[in-house]
């Protein structure tokens, strides 16, 4: 049998010529990630090992995205800590607040991952640049430390799921829809430690940022990575944003998966993932009256141009509902700027919305935003587990902007069509 996209990349990186799902492997590394909240960890354990030195000043990358600007004396210490490190090691990659962004907008943005690469990051959510057709996953702590020192990190190779994406989507349906769409379809734990690899013609009526988003919860599904092929939009995306070389690879003809789904992008929804799963998904239009207390827009996930020009387009001329918080965040200081020249932040302010600076902190519960008990919330972003954005007792539903663009405005969960857009 052949080889899967994924396993070509890690083929390659392991110097092998063929690999098979369930071998275990060790590969050359083209990126190393960490950030404010896992880089300390992984220093300390760094510090543990023989060698005292990183192995290519180039290729580790360091964001301080999760509780900056700093909430807390512990946060602050934290950053200080992976600050310090960066200036004795000479870190090329380090991005300090007022240039960085959330890691894994940012990266991509930087042109410090491109198709071909295998990236890990202490970051469930760096499978996120699959959608430039890289190898990148999420590792431990430990584990980015022994890659920070090694350049190398080993893997059980991943078998994969295809999925056949046909179709373009409906108006207001995109990235965020398609993905709560599948992982509703196949259950969080569907495509358990294998690679998601999307394929099919309804692919060009993706745009990056709709891959993005889509690489980006392939972990919700439980994957070990997502990918997408590389074709003429990819390719004009690295060129526009990095001047490193890149390698295409494709799946093998008889390349093995586990099983494939056909999905008709035209057929899906708005789609909302009701708590506390992103698999507890429901169409926009099966949903009853659902009154709520904020709004979340931005994210790894949701907080580039097209999310934000979405629900800039959903707000214009409109206000927030009375009672209703909304907070948007762009997910670098480049999107943050373009926003700010294309009108789109003074459309948010005019509706009655609060914009910050770039900041993974209202996610994950940590700062800026964080719900009180019974306090419901519409949010962009990847998870609305027990506590995730605050209180055990509050509640988190995932949609896209356009979604949570309209909802702010009527104070329930609603679709732009309620809206008569």
């Known amino acids: 049998m052949g080889m899967t996209m994924t396993q070509k990349i890690l083929a390659a990186h392991a110097g092998l010529d063929k690999v098979s799902a369930g071998q275990l492997i060790e590969v050359n590394l083209d990126l190393v990630l960490g950030n404010d909240v896992t880089a300390p960890v992984a220093i300390k354990e760094m510090q543990k090992l023989d060698t005292q030195e990183v192995f290519d000043k180039d290729k580790i990358a360091l964001v ?41 907008a940012l990266l991509p943005e930087k042109g410090l991952v491109v198709a071909g690469d295998v990236v890990i990051g202490a970051d469930s959510h760096t499978c996120t640049y699959g959608a430039l057709g890289a190898f990148s996953t999420g590792v431990g702590s430990t584990d980015m430390a022994a890659g920070m020192a090694t350049g190398k990190a080993w893997f059980k190779v991943p078998s994969a799921l295809r999925f056949v994406l046909t179709g373009k989507p409906s108006k207001w349906v995109s990235g965020k829809d398609i993905i709560l769409h599948i992982i509703g379809m196949i259950g969080v734990d569907g495509a358990r430690y294998q690679s998601m690899e999307f394929v099919g013609d309804g692919i ?113 001329g409109r206000k927030v509902a009375k009672g209703v918080r909304v907070i ?94």
Do not use: W
């Not at 200080?80 to 990659?93: G, L, P, Q």
């Not at 035209?266 to 992103?278: D, E, G, N, R």
């Not at 979405?310 to 707000?315: D, I, R, Y």
């Open 328 to 421: 948007v965040f762009p997910a670098t200081q480049k999107i943050y700027l373009q926003a700010l020249e294309e009108g789109l932040i003074s459309t948010f302010i005019k509706a009655g919305v609060v914009v910050s600076t770039p900041t993974c902190g209202p996610c994950l519960g940590g700062h800026m935003g964080v719900l009180a008990a019974g306090e419901r919330a519409v949010s962009t972003t990847n998870r609305n587990f027990v506590g995730r954005m605050g209180h055990v007792e509050s509640e988190v539903y995932l949609a896209s902007p356009a979604v949570a663009a309209a909802s702010a405005v009527t104070g329930k969960i609603s679709g732009p069509e309620e809206l008569g857009l």
């Open 64 to 104: 301080p995205d999760h509780f900056t600007p700093n909430k807390d004396i512990k946060s602050a210490e934290n950053c200080k800590y992976m600050r310090e490190f960066a200036m004795n090691h000479d870190i090329t990659n380090y991005f300090e607040v007022g240039e960085m962004g959330i890691e894994h």
């Open 204 to 316: 060009e009526n993706l745009t990056m940022d709709d891959r993005f988003t889509i690489a980006n919860m392939a972990i919700e599904a439980g994957a070990k990575n997502g990918i997408f092929p590389v074709d003429e939009l990819t390719v004009k995306y690295m060129k526009e944003h990095s001047v490193k070389p890149f390698t295409i690879y494709e799946a093998d003809e008889d390349a093995e998966y586990d099983r494939t789904y056909e999905i008709d992008l035209s057929m899906i929804k708005p789609t909302v993932a009701f708590p506390h799963l992103p698999e507890n998904t429901h169409a926009i239009d099966n949903i009853p009256d659902i009154r709520i207390d904020q709004v979340v827009i931005g994210s790894c996930t949701n907080g580039r141009l097209d999310d934000l020009r979405t629900a800039a387009k959903v707000m214009e």
